[in-house]
């Protein structure tokens, strides 16, 4: 199944959920890092969503294979 459409509030929303915490912002950019670790960043834009590019990347860099991320997506 393919990624959807995300804007970065609800990106912002979903990482947040996961137990991700937003430890600065600089500019249009939010940082967030998990307590095991894992860290990464997401630009906010208003009227602009996240593409699926960048949504797979930021699954890479908090380990969440796209299956996982589907699941969880649909019980938040």
Do not use: A
Not at 42 to 50: A, E, F, K, S
Not at 59 to 67: D, F, K, S, V
């Amino acid at each position: 199944m393919k990624l959807p459409v995300l804007s970065s509030g609800e990106l912002c929303r979903f990482l947040e959920k996961e137990g991700f915490l937003c430890i600065r912002q600089r500019g249009s950019h939010r940082y967030y890092r998990h307590p095991g670790g894992r860290c990464t960043v997401v630009p906010i834009h208003t009227n602009r969503d996240i593409g699926r590019g960048l949504l797979r990347e930021v699954l890479n860099e908090i380990g969440m294979q796209r299956e996982e991320f589907l699941e969880r997506l649909r019980q938040h």
